[in-house]
């Protein structure tokens, strides 16, 4: 299902149920005896507005909730947003235009709309997995190995409307088709040449190659290409430097040869507003933190002679500072049962609100980490501290905390520096919320690589991770 087509058919679900919705307020609102609303033109121009408002924020804020990956919380909290706002445009307007109507009937109107919209989304996703589960899925191999190969896996995987499925990887050194019919079964690229493979991908009813590596002038790949095209089979391309995709592109054709301009990072032009955003917010949040963080500091002072922790932690462009926490420590084998709930809900992050006023963080952005982790940093892995820290993060509310990896927070950091905005910000700090809700369980480290199927199941531990580039 192409992208563009889903979006269209989420965006027509809503603006249909706006036209129940708003029925449903009135009758809620004055019962079945519609006489006493007045004319429907009265109404009409409400629902025409929210049509134009809604389909202007579908388009500039993708609310089809698919992207970078379906998560309910991320749903939800563009939901709320949205809806937040178009009622409280709503609102303005008919206050302004003098159109007195039901401020009532416009409340539960936008409680509905809401509830409708969500309900949507949730019908979008199930009619989605209906489809893969009954095989309408592209089945794609992927050509490449490292890190590329296993973004581009991981990607797909998060994308279920995309309806691909990676059944394979090929590299230089070796290849894995997993299907019905080869079940258990590696097969050695080195023996059958390009055109066994080609003949393997048909006889695998592979419907697309995507070639996910730096060795595109390489005679064997482009012959595997050419043999991929000849069978109907699609190819695709990942362009060289993905590292480089921070940046924004367009692809410019200069007769037939494909030219990729990047542009400026966004990151880079938003830290105006980023920095008022981040104050107005702390200092907002510093209201409801400090009668929460008074307290627990003056039992912290009392019980261990000090209530703040201080540690040191790289922050823009690399300088280091001093993150204020309070005072539990997060690295005993097994704490009480009241430092463990302040290390749950983060209760031990809020003083870091201090060091958002001070301009050493953001509310919002990559987790700030030691210096002798940063140290240790890749070229790619840098590009986080291309803005503040922030104290909660797109990697957070994916569940990934300190003590997991660099490189896989890298990921979702980097993601986020791509789309960064106040609506962003926004949304995660609602997310956040939601974490924070749903930290029931104890605290598990996730897998690190990407989830294999089940041939490579019965291989040794140390065999996976040493060939994480293959299926």
């Known amino acids: 299902m192409k992208q563009h087509k889903l979006s269209f058919a989420i965006l027509t679900m809503d603006l249909m149920w706006s036209v129940v919705a708003i029925s449903l307020a009135l009758i809620l609102r004055y019962g079945w005896h519609l006489n006493h609303v007045g004319a429907l033109s009265t109404w009409f121009p409400f629902l025409v507005a929210t049509w134009i408002i809604w389909t202007v924020f579908s388009l500039a804020t993708a609310l089809d909730g698919f992207r970078g990956g379906w998560r309910l919380s ?3 909290s563009q939901l709320v947003l949205a809806v937040a706002g178009l009622m409280l445009i709503v609102f303005s307007g008919g206050y302004l235009f003098r159109s007195y109507v039901s401020r009532l009937a416009l409340a539960e ?8 919209f969500l309900a949507n989304r949730i019908f979008a996703y199930v009619l989605v997995h209906a489809r893969s589960r009954n095989g309408s899925v592209r089945r ?17 995987q998060k994308h279920p409307e995309m309806l691909f499925k990676v059944v394979g990887f090929l590299s230089s050194d070796g290849a894995v088709i997993d299907s019905d019919a080869l079940a258990g079964c590696a097969t050695s690229t080195l023996s ?32 595997l290409a050419a043999a991929c095209r000849e069978r109907s089979i699609t190819v695709s391309v990942i362009p060289q430097f993905y590292e480089l995709y921070l940046s924004r592109f367009q692809v410019v054709d200069f007769d037939g040869l494909p030219v990729l301009q990047l542009s400026r990072a966004a990151h880079h032009r938003s830290l105006a507003w980023k920095r008022a955003f981040d104050v107005a917010g702390a200092l907002a949040l510093m209201t409801v933190a400090v009668p929460v ?30 993150m204020l926490r309070l005072n539990v420590n997060r690295e005993q084998p097994s704490v009480s049962l009241f430092d ?91 997310q956040t919320i939601w974490t924070l809700a749903t930290r029931t369980k104890p605290l598990k480290m996730p897998a690190a690589t990407f989830e294999i199927e089940a041939p490579l199941r019965q291989r040794r531990p140390q065999e996976i991770l040493e060939n994480a580039h293959r299926p």
Request: charged share 25%.
């Open 293 to 322: 963080v008074l307290p627990l500091a003056i039992a912290l002072k009392l019980r261990r002679g000090s209530a703040f922790r201080r540690e040191t932690r790289c922050g823009l462009k690399g300088k280091q500072f001093s």
């Open 74 to 76: 991320a749903v939800v």
């Open 340 to 430: 463990g709930l302040l290390l749950k809900l983060s209760i031990t992050e809020l003083p870091q609100l201090w060091n958002v006023v001070c301009g050493q963080m953001s509310l919002v952005g990559p987790r700030p980490e030691a210096p002798e982790r940063v140290f240790r940093y890749s070229e790619w892995q840098q590009q986080r501290l291309a803005v503040r820290p922030g104290i909660t993060g797109l990697a957070q509310v994916h569940g990934l905390r300190e003590q997991h990896s660099s490189e896989e927070k890298t990921r979702l950091d980097l993601q986020y520096l791509l789309h960064s905005s106040v609506w962003t910000d926004l949304s995660l700090l609602l």
């Open 140 to 156: 794609v191999v992927i050509v490449g190995r490292g890190r590329l190969a296993r973004e581009l896996a991981r990607k797909i």
């Open 192 to 223: 059958i040449g390009v055109t066994g493979i080609a003949d393997l991908l048909c006889k695998e009813r592979t419907d697309e190659v995507i070639l996910a590596t730096q060795e595109y002038s390489s005679p064997d790949l482009l012959n």
């Open 109 to 116: 109107f936008g409680v509905l709309l809401f509830g409708g």
